[in-house]
């Protein structure tokens, strides 16, 4: 398995921004590990255009279920495939909280995901009052089996642990917890989906920075991270990147 070391630029960057992302290519022309970056829809098709012949990969921060339509503001999958993403983030709890997004939805998302040929980053996370509660891998678990469509595969679906509590506040559960919660996903993945399990990426994300990569990543069935705000400069992106390059 290739781990995977993904950037959700969420609503940040304009054509400006490029620059950090030639910074990137030209800093890890070939890294141990699989890099992604998500920008706003707005930059897709630009920075797959500035990432060409690199290996770095392009990807969507979500997309509609249908194909084509009257969805004013709404982006396909198969746009996306045809601005140059391969990958695309589904289910952030950003947009689970700012667009009411829920499982089934997220699900068909990662349905029309797959039919366009995309890989979906399917991300899972407890609140504070849920971790509080005692109920996070009741809370995880649940997400996990109503967002993961049927036919997810290794290569078409990566699962991303993003506790809501962790997401640009600048804490991180404990490294247990996060061995906790990953070991419980692959569990789950594995009853469903069988040896196939062994091989879909989970992500850990929620302020992954560079000073604190090295020990994540080092945390069983932790295959690489998606990165809020350290992905925006090529520098902090990079050093994540190393680490991932660097883990076993
Ligand atoms: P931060 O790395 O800024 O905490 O954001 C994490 C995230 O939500 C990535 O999708």
Redesign the pocket.
Known sequence: MKKLAAG?W?MNGTAAALAEVKALIDAYPDPACEMLLCPPATLIAQMAWAARGSVLKIGGQDCHTGTSGAHTGDISAAMLADAGASYV?LG???RRADHGERDALVRAKAEAARAAGLTAVI?VGETEAERDAGRTLEVVGSQLAGSVPDGATAANAVI?Y?PVW?????RTPTLAEIAEVHGHLRARLAERFGPEAAGMRLLY?????PSNATEIFAVANVDGA??????LKAADFGAIVGALSAAD
């Open positions: 959700n969420k983030i952030h709890s950003e991300c991303a993003e962790a997401i640009g506040t600048g994300g929620g302020s992954v920075k998606l990165v809020g705000g350290a992905s």
